[in-house]
T-cell receptor, first 114, second 110 residues
Framework: DTEVTQTPKHLVMGMTNKKSLKCEQH?????MYWYKQKAKKPPELMFV???????INESVPSRFSPECPNSSLLNLHLHALQPEDSALYLC?????????????FGSGTRLTVV | RKEVEQDPGPFNVPEGATVAFNCTYS??????FFWYRQDCRKEPKLLMS???SGNEDGRFTAQLNRASQYISLLIRDSKLSDSATYLC???????????FGKGTKLSVIP
């Protein structure tokens, strides 16, 4: 299995809703990432988990809450989002070794906040 | 200076043309280098890793010049299906974490 699976593919939520994005990989990768991508911009790093521990939080607002239940799963809990949070949310995984071999991205969740 | 800089683009080329993308990076201790391709409204996908010795995969050739901190991607005999945004990606020093360039958009025209 060489895939990163993200669900849901599309999500529309109101500003008072609570929702979660899910990501799963079975490649034995020990680093997992959440990225946010707006139209015509490169992916922007949000969080990095290494060996199930949060290692980087790129000053992301607390309305985004990541969780790594185990080495294969990564969640992103959403609460009280703003319309400007509408974007493509990408999960990625990689080997957690120096140099690395690149990331494998999931197909993303396209989020619309109304 | 931005960490990873790419040609601004867009590049509009006819089918069959050869096109080259360039990228420079600021961290001399970077260890891993990649080109990713991203289609409209899709996720980035690894196109190829880049090595000092240069590497080729069919119509695609990537080169790395560590002394100049410069990476290139050459696409020969462009196809319509090559139309996409090409992202130059570099790892940090002693790190597996990647830094993305802003991407260069390629449109191959019939």
């Amino acid at each position: 299995d060489t895939e990163v699976t993200q669900t849901p593919k599309h999500l529309v939520m109101g500003m008072t809703n609570k929702k979660s994005l899910k990501c799963e990989q079975h490649m034995g990768h020990r680093a997992m990432y959440w990225y946010k991508q707006k139209a015509k911009k490169p992916p922007e790093l949000m969080f990095v988990y290494s060996y199930e521990k949060l290692s980087i939080n790129e000053s992301v607002p607390s309305r985004f809450s990541p969780e790594c239940p185990n080495s294969s799963l990564l969640n992103l809990h959403l609460h009280a989002l703003q319309p400007e949070d509408s974007a493509l949310y990408l999960c990625a995984s990689s080997q957690a070794d120096v140099g690395g071999s690149g990331y494998t991205f999931g197909s993303g969740t396209r989020l619309t906040v109304v | 200076r931005k960490e990873v800089e790419q040609d601004p683009g867009p590049f509009n080329v006819p089918e069959g043309a050869t096109v080259a993308f360039n990228c420079t990076y600021s961290n001399s201790a970077s260890q891993s280098f990649f080109w990713y391709r991203q289609d409209c409204r899709k996720e980035p996908k690894l196109l190829m890793s880049v090595y000092s010795s240069g590497n080729e995969d069919g119509r695609f050739t990537a080169q790395l010049n560590r002394a100049s901190q410069y990476i290139s991607l050459l696409i020969r005999d462009s196809k319509l299906s090559d139309s996409a945004t090409y992202l130059c990606v570099v790892s940090g020093a002693g790190s597996y974490q990647l830094t993305f360039g802003k991407g260069t958009k390629l449109s191959v025209i019939p």
